[in-house]
């Protein structure tokens, strides 16, 4: 009897080494492709640097940075000594700002019962009962299915936010109600609006208070040059080059036949560090929107992702209630949540399961998420600062995010859990 329980024992003790190896090989694997997709970039002088954190369950398979927060100046030459990236570099995080701070806070108003998804956004923003806009529902602005402008230079008609919330509400509408899914910029800078009437506190207040601070996320603001933070951020454009181009080209889609190129000329000539690269969020928002402005860090943004991951708790806490998580993530017919992308079309997820879901900035950050796995991946890139390209836009990163997320579902495959 002694003898078939140690036999046992022996073999159980075997195939936990067995397992331990093989999630070893795993992992060292896994870290040796991710060093080698982003140091090439780096070194092919693609992009500045990035800061990457991959996490499953409980464990940083992987958190490291590579390159540089900065290596270009405003003349777009490399800097005699380029400032070397960290994982506590803050980085603008750009439209992930949607997600972190906007979608969370309209959760959370869910949650404590002061407003539902369906209900019309003129109940809370006169505005919005004009009868174009009547029958937009808070859900179609989380979805981008509201027809507001996908995007509009909003800084040649405003010069803070109260004059940006009265132009959209103004502005007529470009798509119908509905009809297609439409990323808007517009939509969510509203969505910023609705938080504050419900609240009765300024946007960045509500997410600093309901969101940031009980997550400990306290390196995740709006204007950190503001709130003391002047070290230790990642920089990202020259000015506003592409957004001047967007005003004044017509090929790129975005030209608006009212706007006079000329009639305004408040762009930065200098190298953005510290200040939302965003043009909206900085010219028309005093930076800070609902739809860019937030600044964070990977283990700042981590915490977060933790809680979404977690069916909406915070270690034994439940932040979120699981059927408010449920109900934003949830697809609609265009494959998609309230708020976070879900898509297996997008790069940063490409044939992912069903349930994943993240979303990207502009600036060259991403979250993926994948919560049959318990898998997250956050990359932070300010693939900005090398300056535009030839053909006058800047590097698509797509690319590099989807040969992360290849190696990181490759790893999980291999891995024992």
């Known amino acids: ?115 539902k998804v369906d209900e019309p956004v003129g109940k809370y923003i006169p505005a919005f009962n004009s009868p174009d806009k009547a029958i937009i529902t808070i859900r179609h602005l ?46 969510f800078t509203i969505l910023g609006q609705l938080i504050e009437k419900v609240s009765g506190k ?51 889609g975005m030209r608006r036949k009212e706007i006079d190129p000329n009639s305004w000329n408040g762009w930065r000539n200098y190298t953005l560090r510290g200040e939302v690269n965003d043009g909206n969020a900085w010219y028309a928002n005093e930076g800070v929107s609902g739809a860019a402005g937030l600044f964070s860090t990977v283990e700042d943004l981590q915490k977060l992702v933790d809680v979404l991951k977690h069916k909406g708790k915070a270690g034994k806490k439940q932040f979120i209630s699981e059927s408010t998580i449920q109900l934003f993530l949830t697809k609609d017919q265009y494959k998609n949540g309230l708020g976070w992308m879900m898509e297996a079309s997008n ?26 796995s318990d898998l997250s991946i956050i990359l932070l890139i300010n693939r900005q600062n090398m300056g535009l390209l030839e053909n006058k836009t800047y590097y698509n990163v797509n690319k590099i995010r989807e040969l992360v997320f290849n190696a990181v579902v490759k790893y999980n495959a291999s891995a024992i859990d």
């Open 1 to 115: 009897m002694a003898k078939k329980i140690f036999t046992s024992l022996l073999l159980l003790l075997l195939g936990f080494v067995e397992a331990l190896a093989q999630n070893t090989l795993a992992k060292s694997t896994l870290i040796a492709e991710i060093d080698s997709i982003l140091q090439t970039q780096i070194d092919q002088e693609k992009i500045p640097g990035a800061v990457i954190l991959i996490k499953k369950g409980k464990e940083e398979i992987y958190k490291n940075a590579f390159g540089y927060a900065q290596k270009k100046n405003f003349e777009q030459q490399n800097l005699a000594v380029p400032e070397k990236t960290t994982v506590k570099h803050l980085y603008d995080i750009a439209s992930l700002t949607k997600v972190v701070g906007t979608t969370t806070s309209i959760m959370l108003l869910v949650d404590k019962g002061l407003l």
């Open 347 to 372: 790069s940063f997820m490409k044939n992912a399961k069903e349930g994943t879901f993240g979303h990207t900035g502009f600036t060259g950050t991403s979250i993926t998420v994948m919560p049959d």
């Open 142 to 187: 989380l979805t981008h299915t509201s027809g507001l402008y996908e995007w509009y230079p909003l800084y040649y008609r405003c010069k803070n936010r109260q004059e940006t919330f009265k132009l959209i509400g103004e502005l007529p509408l470009a798509f119908p109600v509905g009809s297609g899914r439409h990323y808007s910029d517009l939509g």
């Open 202 to 252: 300024s946007l960045e207040n509500f997410m600093a208070e309901n969101i940031f601070k009980p997550l400990k996320m306290n390196h995740t603001m709006y204007n950190p040059l503001k709130n003391g933070f002047t070290k230790n951020i990642a920089a990202t454009s020259h000015g506003n080059p592409y957004e001047k181009r967007m005003v004044t080209d017509s090929t790129l």
